[in-house]
């Protein structure tokens, strides 16, 4: 399984970035996504997740409301919008296929995931 991440990049707070996810060598559409981020000095800490097939996406409590998860499954494709970018939303961004066997209250936990892709960087500037 590869997943890479890319649209990462450098914005103004109050920007806008789009992440996309591509995924290969799984069936796509039979699992939940997710996307982690980490800060400088800091632990990889939940953002996002989607679950298959009906697609009800999961947000951490600081990007409710200006991140939107989604998701193509005829693309193998997971996105996240973000929007009202700050600068404490600058990290590197990952995006994590989940385990078959993951129930839906721990999409929050990265021992939920069982394939990583590279990492994005996204820089937000004040």
């Known amino acids: 399984v590869q997943l890479q991440a890319s649209g990462g990049g450098l914005v103004q707070a109050g920007g806008s970035l789009r992440l996309s996810c591509a995924a290969s060598?799984?069936?796509?559409?039979?699992?939940?996504m997710g996307w982690f981020r980490q800060a400088p000095g800091k632990e990889r800490v939940f953002v996002a997740a989607?679950?298959?097939?009906?697609?009800?996406?999961y947000y951490a409590d600081s990007v409710k409301g200006r991140f939107t998860i989604s998701r193509d499954d005829s693309k193998n494709t997971v996105y996240l919008q973000m929007n009202s970018l700050k600068p404490e939303d600058t990290a590197v961004y990952f995006c994590?296929?989940?385990?078959?066997?993951?129930?839906?209250?721990?999409?929050?936990?990265?021992?939920?995931?069982?394939?990583w892709g590279q990492g994005t960087l996204v820089t937000v500037s004040s």
């Open positions: 060598g799984r069936t796509f559409n039979g699992y939940a």
């Open positions: 994590a296929t989940a385990k078959a066997t993951t129930i839906l209250s721990t999409l929050r936990a990265q021992s939920s995931y069982d394939y």
């Open positions: 989607i679950t298959s097939r009906a697609g009800r996406p």
